[in-house]
């Protein structure tokens, strides 16, 4: 008699997604993040120049064109950090992925969607409410900006469980959002 032993074959398709859908999702991330950007900075251009270049503000704030700087740069560096988290839950083991690693994936990109609605909300409150409203406007900024904080804070632990790189790539994110913070209160305080 004779035993015939077969080998179970895994037949699910590979196990990271090619380097052009790579590629696209990464494209994906930045137009996202960079569209954030766009957003919020119509906002502060057409108010830069006008109440806001009268207003009294820290003597730890930056000059204006470091601004746009640092936050192309953060904005970049965020897009990067959901690319790779999304290539964790894409990547190896895609499909085998036990129920609560599939939840923390989508909790740290939900958690992530919040913080860039927050980053979109602020400029409004900030640079456009306070010709009509004054300083209230300062200080519903600074709870969407506390709020933004905190988002920013739970994207970067929830991101570092994914990947440790993703998460060390918000730190620089989360410091200049407390910095900003900081200019915020200042703003609001004295204006």
Avoid at 49 to 55: F, S
Avoid at 113 to 132: R, S
Wanted: aromatic share 12%; charged share 10%.
């Amino acid at each position: 008699m004779q035993v015939k032993i077969e080998h179970a074959v895994d037949r699910r398709p590979s196990a990271r997604p090619g380097p052009r859908r790579q590629g696209a999702v990464l494209v994906g991330f930045l137009a996202v993040s960079h569209a954030v950007a766009y957003l919020a900075s119509q906002v502060i251009i057409s108010n830069a120049g006008g109440w806001y270049a009268a207003a009294d503000k820290a003597p730890w704030t930056p000059p204006g064109w470091a601004f746009g700087s640092v936050w192309m740069m953060l904005y970049t560096t965020m897009a990067v950090a959901a690319w790779l988290v999304w290539r964790q839950r894409s990547g190896r083991g895609a499909g085998v992925k036990s129920a609560p690693d599939a939840g923390q994936h989508t909790g740290a990109m939900t958690v992530y969607g919040i913080l860039l609605l927050l980053n979109v909300a602020w400029a409004p409150l900030f640079f456009g409410m306070y010709p009509m409203i004054g300083t209230a406007a300062l200080w519903l900024a600074l709870l969407v900006i506390v709020a933004h904080a905190v988002a920013a804070s739970a994207t970067t632990v929830l991101f570092s469980v994914a990947s440790r790189a993703a998460g060390l790539l918000m730190l620089p994110y989360v410091s200049w959002i407390v910095f900003s913070c900081s200019l915020n209160v200042y703003a609001a305080a004295n204006n």
